[in-house]
């Protein structure tokens, strides 16, 4: 097993014994189509941010899933012709504001709500982190840069599903 298949495995485990996503992983394409070009486009900020802030670096993506979640939710037909979803969030406020801008003006969180899915997404990206550096891979590597990146699609893929589930959309297998 792959250690991104293990870290997915592990995530969405963790999130199912809170009753935050369902047992049959969600399928979203339009959301799941957008990942390559989000990644690409995140990763300088991302990689740039680790060395210093690596679960910030972590965290944000999940923020970019469930953002791009609601997007497909709220008006896909305008959301999916914007070519640079990243960019399009990061520069509304700026790489460092990117999660407060996800929660308050996205996902529109106030109160407890917010302060819920900033220590949610912290304790995803700790655990991700922790996931990450168990894996004893050499920084800087070509091999690094894979560990990384697989990180993030399931940071995004977690956070589309969270969104997802919250949404109301449930997922059962299709006999």
């Known amino acids: 097993m792959t250690f991104e298949q ?44 680790f060395a210093q802030y690596p679960t910030a670096s972590l965290g944000w993506m999940m923020y970019i899933g469930m953002a791009v979640a609601r997007y497909w939710d709220d008006d896909w037909g305008i959301y999916a012709h914007i070519a640079d979803l990243y960019t399009y969030m990061r520069d509304k406020r700026g790489y460092d504001n990117l999660d407060e801008y996800v929660r308050q003006d996205v996902l529109l969180l106030k109160g407890n709500d917010y302060d819920a899915i900033e220590r949610l997404v912290a304790d995803t990206a700790e655990r991700t982190y922790a996931a990450l550096r168990h894996q004893h891979i050499e920084p800087g590597t070509p091999e690094a840069f894979r560990a990384y990146v697989a990180c993030l699609h399931q940071l995004y893929l977690m956070g589309m599903a969270l969104e997802l589930h919250h949404l109301g959309y449930h997922m059962t297998k299709l006999n």
């Open 6 to 49: 293990q870290l997915h495995d592990d995530l969405h485990q963790h999130f199912l014994a809170q009753g935050l996503v369902d047992k049959q992983f969600p399928e979203c394409p339009d959301v799941e189509q957008r990942w390559e070009a989000i990644a690409q486009s995140y990763a300088p900020d991302g990689i740039r941010e």
